[in-house]
């Protein structure tokens, strides 16, 4: 809270006030006659008349905290009202009666006070942890029971008359005990830090109960009403310090890291066990007892609070010092633990595979989109590779862009179950391509540790980043993609579509790595060769006639002697040539058949003829996914390969391939390619069981 400067005249009315103070102690020393008049019996009712206006001109001048200054403003003059009614009227009287008129301005001040230095409170302190209030909650009733045992004591042993006249006494030492105990808390609720608003506040709240608890003591302890003398400025002083208060700035509470010890509360801990040890051999009224047992009470909770947080610190800090803080995954120190935990067990001789990944392209990608990019890249497929990994062990990342599995499964699924991972760890988009590498061992067949395991393991790692490393064939693979983007940006989109969903086709039907990378790159050219159609014809609004469907044919082979042109590209090349023959021989350019097509050509020939049924297409009318499905389905054995065909209905019903777009069923999520690879050994026996039937 930020406060405006005190204006001049403001400034000037506070030293006035405490000038008067000092003044009037030196008076009372001297008694010097002449200034009565300054220092009579009425003067100090101008005085708290005049705090109290301070006060409330604070309230008025500033918004913030504006109706709890009024609360307090508005407590301050209900005792000086009382006071002037006192001062005026039962001044010198040796039997004051009680209740009076007096009593209802100075009980007043108390519900006012509470609920203004609530909302103070409430406003200043924000969020606070459990142990802190506990803490608060400690000193508040450990100074309660002291109050009690010395003020509360001495007022309860002579209390008498009039059950109206008991009950005003007994509210006195009770209502300043509640005041004192608001105080404290907020003290402990700041870290035992209180800035200078709150310790003026609190001070001027502190001399107010002194100087009403000492009148209350020396009332007790005479038949009559005793004059306190010197001791009534302590009072007065108290509402100077809280109208000061009110003019100065308040600060944010320190961090909960600021707090020094725990020596506080076991300072207040100690008194209130003090005091029920004194209450074992000496008389304590029940009040101070219940509230110094209370506080004893209030530290077995703060220790149980206390034991809480360690305890999920602790969990907090192994969690944080076994996984990579920004995927989530095990990290080097996870994966060390385990392997020696494995290599340490008697159980070590079961085979396990220990699988290193490095993600290729990931510092282009980092350079090109910057590192928050690259962040955001790494969680989306460590997420991927995560699910990809659990069915069958456990994933991590041990740096950067460095992935590692356990996997325990047999020799013979270790290349599907690899292959689903290196999809998952793969992304491609507009102007990026980020595809991984791996390495694998078996352990304990080809090592008898871990860092034997970890040093092969890398070695194969970067035997094949080799060759995989990017290369001509890679370059003129990412120019053709641009130029078909770039002519013809729909058939582009098709083409992707296509692509991603032959690769969940490809690692469905158990195609290892390289397999499903050509069946990738063949499925993301297979219309290449459309590019040296003519537009009279690719665009042609109205159906095409018979001469133009044999030129439009030919763009298979036109594919193909494009692809021929570079070395590299010459395997997939033959893929594309055949990516739209039939299973019955019916299909072009050559009208082979059955087995003789190859398998990356079925898989995109089905693959295709479902993304061009689920699209918009001019004269041809677009088909819900189950509809598309259901069609391929019947046809089945002529036009397509039942295994595709089968493979292809269980991505699809599995959600295990990105749908096209607006072809997803309700609840099906549109996901990257290898997002959803997480079920392979389920579906490759439903796979089986379907080919059987």
């Known amino acids: 809270m930020q406060l405006q400067k005190k204006s001049p005249g403001v400034r000037w009315v506070f030293i006035a ?8 102690e030196v008076h009372l020393a001297l008694s010097w006659g002449p200034l009565d008049v300054v220092f009579g019996r009425f003067a100090h009712d101008v005085v708290l008349l005049t705090a109290a206006g301070l006060c409330a001109l604070r309230a008025a001048r500033e918004r913030s905290e504006r109706l709890a200054w009024s609360l307090v403003a508005a407590a301050l003059l209900s005792w000086t009202l009382g006071e002037i009614y006192y001062t005026t009227v039962l001044h010198g009287d040796h039997a004051v009666p009680v209740p009076s008129p007096a009593d209802i301005g100075y009980l007043g001040v108390y519900p006012l006070a509470f609920a203004g230095l609530i909302l103070l409170l409430r406003e200043r302190t924000g969020h606070v942890s459990p142990t802190i209030w506990v803490d608060g909650v400690i000193a508040a009733l450990v100074v309660g029971a002291l109050a009690a045992a010395v003020v509360f004591e001495a007022v309860l042993n002579t209390v008498g008359g009039r059950p109206i006249s008991i009950a005003t006494n007994l509210a006195y030492p009770l209502c300043d005990m509640l005041l004192l105990l608001i105080v404290v808390t ?15 506040l609190g001070g001027g709240i502190i001399c107010f109960w002194a100087a009403d608890s000492i009148y209350l003591v020396a009332t007790a302890q005479s038949s009559g009403y005793t004059e306190a003398g010197a001791l009534e400025v302590i009072g007065w002083i108290g509402f100077i310090l809280v109208a000061l208060a009110a ?9 909960e890291e600021d707090v020094p010890n725990i020596a506080i ?43 809480r947080e360690n305890v999920r610190m602790l969990r907090e800090s192994r ?36 699988v290193l990944f490095d993600l290729d392209g990931f510092k282009l990608y980092n350079d090109r989109f910057g590192h928050p990019a690259g962040d955001a890249l790494l969680v989306r497929v460590g997420g991927h590779f995560r699910a990809a990994i659990a069915p069958y062990g456990s994933a991590y990342r041990i740096g950067g862009d460095e992935f590692c599995a356990l996997i325990e499964i047999g020799e013979h699924k270790l290349e599907s179950v690899m292959g689903a991972a290196c999809a998952a760890l793969s992304e491609t988009g507009d102007g990026f391509s980020v595809k991984t590498s791996c390495g694998s061992v078996c352990v304990p067949a080809e090592a008898g540790s871990a860092s034997e395991a970890l040093r092969l393991a890398d070695m194969r790692l970067y035997q094949d980043k080799a060759q995989r490393r990017e290369g001509p064939g890679d370059q003129t693979h990412s120019a053709l993609l641009q130029a078909i983007r770039e002519r013809h940006p729909d058939l582009h989109q098709h083409l992707s579509e296509v692509a991603d969903l032959a690769r969940a086709v490809a690692v469905q039907m158990g195609l290892g790595p390289r397999e499903t990378s050509a069946v990738v ?4 050219l297979h219309d290449v ?39 590299a590209l010459r395997g997939i090349s033959e893929i594309v040539r055949a990516s739209h023959e039939r299973y019955d021989g019916n299909g072009y350019p050559d009208g082979v058949a059955g087995e003789r097509i190859p398998l990356g050509a079925r898989i995109i020939f089905v693959c295709d003829a479902f993304n061009s049924m689920t699209s918009e297409r001019p004269y041809t009318e677009r088909r819900t996914a189950r509809e598309a499905l259901s069609e391929i389905r019947r046809c089945a054995g002529s036009q397509f390969d039942p295994q595709v065909v089968v493979a292809l209905g269980i991505v699809l019903d599995e959600g295990l391939a990105p749908w096209p777009a607006d072809a997803a069923p309700a609840g099906v999520p549109r996901e990257p390619p290898g997002a959803l690879l997480t079920r392979r050994a389920r579906e490759q026996a439903r796979t089986r069981r379907a080919l059987r039937v």
């Open 521 to 524: 790159r063949a499925a993301e």
């Open 265 to 307: 509360p076991i300072g207040f801990a100690t008194a209130g066990l003090a005091l029920l040890i004194y209450a074992t051999v000496d008389h304590v009224n029940p009040l101070a007892v219940a509230l110094a047992g209370a506080a004893i009470l209030a530290v077995i909770v703060r220790l149980i609070i206390t034991f």
């Open 17 to 24: 006030l405490g000038a008067w103070t000092l003044g009037y």
């Open 247 to 255: 003019w100065e700035p308040s600060r944010p509470a320190r961090s």
């Open 319 to 354: 969690r944080d010092a076994m996984s990579d803080a920004l995927t989530g995954l095990g990290n080097r120190r996870h994966l060390m633990i385990d392997l020696d935990r494995r290599f340490a067990a008697a159980s070590a001789t079961e085979p396990f595979h220990l």
């Open 186 to 200: 907020a003290y402990a609720l700041r870290r035992w830090r209180p800035d200078r608003s709150a310790m003026l």
């Open 529 to 567: 060769g459309k590019i040296a159609i003519p537009d009279t014809i690719l665009d042609k609004p109205g159906p095409l006639n018979e001469r133009e469907w044999e030129y439009m044919e030919r763009h298979t082979l036109l594919g193909e002697r494009i692809l021929a042109a570079a070395p």
